[in-house]
């Protein structure tokens, strides 16, 4: 039966060197092997790509293994939705056509089973990060993306690869709790929570798995990455679980 709900995050696919890369796409495609056969929906919270830019002819090369698994679990009627995180924020209408996929922009706020769940990247929320987020706003911006459309592929696909060897993703350090007063997106799931209820936050970005209960009845859930965690979380229709991918 299917009846479980998947949601993973920051796969971080195509950061260098690209051998780990390899090795990190074969781990997820046999992860997704294993999901195949119970998933109802498998919701990928961002930074599934190092980079990703839609070309109107042309995406970038690689990941050629986990697109075959996703085609794979998409024609055995898996509901597939692709977030898009601040390193793959330029995705566009590809992964409609040949996967049937959902492309959410921002956050979506999803009712399952009479729960309510708040899903979102994670990037831009929060106290701080003014730079980010101003950034963001030129990112998204039609203009700047038409404008880095005109740059040939090999030219723009090139500079994006050099300005993602400076992430935190490339630099393989692993990230600490800062406790709750000091974890942004903690801070930011408090706020909302003073506006309307929640009974899960899901994010991923922080790289940094986490479960933690805000208020009694609601919980804010990390995903984690899949560089030095690999870890993920299931719906199966009464609770939301962590869980850590062992082969």
Known sequence: MRDKIYFASDFHLGV???????????????????????????????????????????????????FGKLAEIADLGVEIIFFKGNHDMWMFQYLKDELDATIIDDELILHLDGRRFYIHHGDGLGPGDAKYKFLKKIFRSRICQWLFARLHPNLGIGIAHRWSQHSRASSGTEERFLGEDREWLIQYAKDYLKKESVDYFIFGHRHLPYDVTLNGNSRIVNLGEWIHYFTYAVWDGQQLVLHKWKP
């Open 16 to 66: 260098s060197p690209y051998s780990t890369s390899r090795a990190r796409e074969q781990r997820i495609v046999a992860w997704l092997d294993t999901i195949k056969h119970d998933a109802k929906a498998l919701y990928l919270v961002g930074d599934i790509f190092d980079f990703w830019f839609e070309y109107s002819t042309v995406v970038p090369k690689g990941f050629m293994r986990f």
